[in-house]
């Protein structure tokens, strides 16, 4: 007897066709709406394997009504929307995508810091809006990225890709890490400091740590009055790394000068959220490894794992 497994999302019909050859496979079909919470627990009752995506919750309450659940297999580098302890008490494996988004999310990244510092989204709205009667010299000018200094907390994969392509630009990098990483430091021409050196000298701070309770709103009331009022804020790591409310606080009154932002603590984030009523921050939806290479690679990750984690193998990517 195959075992089965349930997909959260609907995928590529080339990865479920692969998942369909050792497993049988329940999926939800929906394209743009998750799956409902009571469908998840009629569904996780039956199965041995669950394939889900960072936009899950997979809680205890949630494991408790599954009876022979083996892995969950999520379709992400980050698992902060997992219990990892509940999952380790239970017995059940737990897996992430690393590796094959790095470039992806670097690229993004990048991309983000130049709309931000260049006000793309705002002087393309500026265009589209009639506004535009004429040229003069000061008109939406913007933040010189070209010998700029980078401040990366968080050197991890995205975060040594990202200095690749900042040092195109001839930029300065500094960057803070729980350890120090000598042989980047080395290899890259980058240069360690404390977290509130760098935000003191960085015209651009990027963040990219992973969202533990260590690291929930590093970047808070206090890390923003250290940065100077013509830097840029990028975080392209998971909402819950920055407070919000003091972001919101530092941008509408000029303390920073302006944000980027791929991820907020609640997602998909409010359309009458403070933030997005600033004409100083671009925001745009979790989309830093939404490239179609990318998250095939992804998906044919997850579905991987969770191939190994339900035919008795020990998983390449298990977290726990």
Known sequence: MKPKIYITRKLPDIVVDRLREVCEVSMWEEEEKPVTREVLELEIRKVDG?????????????????????????????????????????????????????????DLTFALLMATARRLIESSDYLRDGKWKSWYPMQLTGQDINGSTLGIIGMGRIGEALVKRAKGFDMKVLYSNRSRKLKVEEELGIEYVDKETLLQQSDFVCVLVPLTPETKNIIDKEELALMKSSSVLINTARGGVVNEKALYDALSSNKIWAAGLDVFEQEPVPTDHPLLTLPNVVAIPHIGSSSIPTRLRMAQLAATNLMDGVLGEIPKYLVK
Do not use: F, Q, R, W
Not at 59 to 77: G, P
């Open 50 to 106: 669950l394939l889900c995506t960072v936009s899950d919750t997979i809680d205890e309450s949630l494991m408790n009504e599954a009876s022979h659940l083996k892995i969950i297999s999520n379709m992400a580098v980050g698992y902060n929307n997992i219990d990892i302890n509940a999952a380790s008490e239970k017995g059940i494996m737990v897996t992430n995508t690393p590796g094959v988004l790095t470039e992806t999310t670097a």
